[in-house]
Structure formats: C-alpha cells, structure tokens
C-alpha cells in the first residue's frame, strides 16, 4: 500500500512530472568531482529520490546508488526510468520516511538531500532527518543539499506555534524555510561543514527592491563535508592523556547512571512485589525464574520511556512502547560494553587478600590493583565510545540525546510544495 495515497505527491501529475524532470548539473559534476577520490565501491544515498531524476543519472556515473522516497508510485517511476536507461544494476530503491532510513551506519560517500528535507514538519523531524543522514554518512562523506531559503517568505512572516523556521504560509502546510546561518548551524550540529565545492547560493532569490510573491521558492544550493568530530553533537577528540582520562570517566559514568537509573530501581521493587507471592505456594525457583523475566521485560521499558518521557509526552511515549523495548535493549547493551570488564576486574580483586591478618603486602597490593583498575577504565571506556559513535544509538547516548520515535502518521503525508 502506497503510504502517501492521498498525498499529491502520488498522484499520475505529479510522477509524470517528476519522471521527466532534468537533473541537477551541478549536483552531476559535484559528483563526478567526489567519484575521482572515493575508493573502493563508491556509495550515494539519493534521499527524496522521487522518480530517480538524479539518482539514475548518478547511476550512470558509476555509482551505487539508494533511492529512499515515501511515495510508491514515484520509486516505480524511478524503477522504470533506470531501467530504460541500462542503469538498474546500479540503482536499489526504498519506501521509507527522511528520519527512519532503512540503510547501514556509515555506508555512504555521497548524500543527496534535494527537496526533502524542507518537507519536514517541525523542527524536530528535520533534525532527525539530518541526523539520521549523518548517521549514514562514511568519514569524509560528500553532502549535496537542495532545500527552501527563508527569503522565500516576508520578512514579517510568523513561523508555528513554538517552531523557528517552520512556517505555513507558503503552501498551507507546515514546512522549512531556514536562513543560511541556521542551515549552517544545524547541520554542522551533526558534523557537516560546507565544502568549498559547491558554495552556497540561492536560486531564485528577487531582484533587490522587487517584491516576492512567492509563486517560485527561492532555493539553497550547497555542498557539505561530513567529520565524525566536527559536529557539536559529536564527540570530540580528546588530545592528551588526561583528556582520554577524563573523557572515558565521563563515558562511564553515563553508563552507570543509565544501567543504575532503570536496573537498580525496578530489581528493588520486582524483589519486594514477587516475595510477596512467596505465599501464594510458589516454589523458589518458580520466584526467581519471574524475578529474572520480570527484569527482562520491564529494565529496557524504563531506560526508554526514561529518556523519551519528559519531551515527547505520554500518549507518544505509550504509543511506542514495543519500539522503544528494542531500542533499551541496545541501550543496555551500549552501556554493558564499557562498564561490565571494569565491574568484573573489580570484584576479581575481592579475592585478593584484602585487611587484617594478611599481612601490610597483601593490602597494598589489592590497594595497587583498584588503582590501576580505576586509571585504565576511563582509556577502555573511551576506546568503546569511538566504536559506539559509529553507530546512531552511540552517538546519541554519549551526547545524551538519545531520541527518535517511529514517525508519526501526520509527518508522512499532506505534505506542501517540493521543489522540482
């Protein structure tokens, strides 16, 4: 079922006029340009790819292409489209939403987002949306961005209710208009920077003292690099020993506190429910085998709903209950990595000899061991982050941003204008 049925976007119009729009020229020699250094198989995620106007071009430029759009008809057109120009083999298409892509971590060289991302409808979706494309993203991967400027709009246009630079006034439905600091900003959030290849303009843009009437969107075009460490929400780089000391303490203490948040809390109160049933006639093994499941069903309810709960309100924290039990479980595990060798070198060391009677070697010697237990989990913790910021839980957790919910039903459909 096409999940965008009653969407224009669907419509014969609308994938005709797609199927035969021209691709983007500079966007075609941006690529060519990022083909020459990338090694290997090289890689490009067309997001919003509607009917392959730039991901079957792409294609026959020898990448490896994946289309992702959310309306059915425009990825049969896509389909079509690369078959009859003998560019099938190269181009694998998706139905799936801007801020839930179905495709590995970091497996991209080049990213195209044109005429998506100013479809979103809050300035949330849009972040997940750019998140989740960085997410995808490889090390020094090309971003090409095509997206609605706010000189589209009056000066004195309002934006939504409690939003920044999402507005209504230009199609009647909620979208994004940013000006160049704020694109700037929240994509550099994530670690894209601007790539000299591809300056910033704007198409579109009114003739100095002519008037807007807003029939055509004025557009910004403009090319990213994307760096594990150059976004804001990324984890830095620590420099000197200290630094990784430092910085692995912290690591670990966020691990610690979201296993002990959830774990701690809900083993006291499963312990003290299930003792009562002791006199139900349950034997001890039936009590510790519903303790054991009890834990396992209810800790990642907790470590989710914990960090969901405060910004995304009760009936969607509800809603996605089942989702957000998968996502604890990764949770718990992003945090077991890091923190279960430093608890069990700790407990090895209660069978070192340890006071009195031991003798003044035996006590220094557990005395050394908790030492160096203590100044080498800090280096191990920081050495699983840089593996876990690979992956977009990762990323999240030690940023403390852990967020995302499956997208809402009013996020994917009825969508205003895009830009042909």
Known sequence: MD?????PWSTPESVAGFATSPSNDVLLRFAAEELQRS??????????????????PLAGLGWQVVGVDLSLPMLQAAAQRARASGHAGRLRLACATMDALPVADAGFDLLIAHGIWNLARSAAEFRRAVGEAAQAARPGAALFVFTFSRHTLPPG???????TFVFTQFSGQ????LTDQQLLEELSAVGFAPDPGVPLRELNLPRPGALNRATLPVIYEVGFRFSLGGG????KEPSTPYTRWRAGCSLLAMSWLFLGFAYEPVKSAIWVALDACGDLGLSPTALVS?????????????????????????????RALLTFWLRGWKVALICLVPVAP???????????????????????????????VCLLAPFWALVVGRRLRHTA?????WAGLLEGEPPSPESSTERGPRPM
């Open 232 to 235: 804001s929400h990324a984890m």
């Open 174 to 177: 909620p979208q994004c208009f």
């Open 342 to 372: 430093v608890i069990l070198a700790l407990r090895a060391l209660n069978f070192l000899p340890k006071g009195e009677g031991s003798g003044r070697g035996a006590a220094i010697a557990w005395l050394a061991g908790f030492a160096a």
């Open 39 to 56: 090694g290997g198989t090289p890689r490009a995620l067309d997001l919003g790819c509607g009917a392959g106007r730039n991901g079957v």
């Open 3 to 7: 999940p965008q049925a009653t969407s």
């Open 157 to 163: 246009a309002e934006p939504a209710a409690g939003e």
């Open 393 to 397: 839980l990762g990323r999240r957790l």
């Open 290 to 318: 519903l303790k054991v499941a009890a834990i396992l069903i209810l800790v990642p309810f907790l470590l989710s709903t914990f960090l969901h709960l405060g910004n995304r309100g009760v009936a969607r924290t509800l």
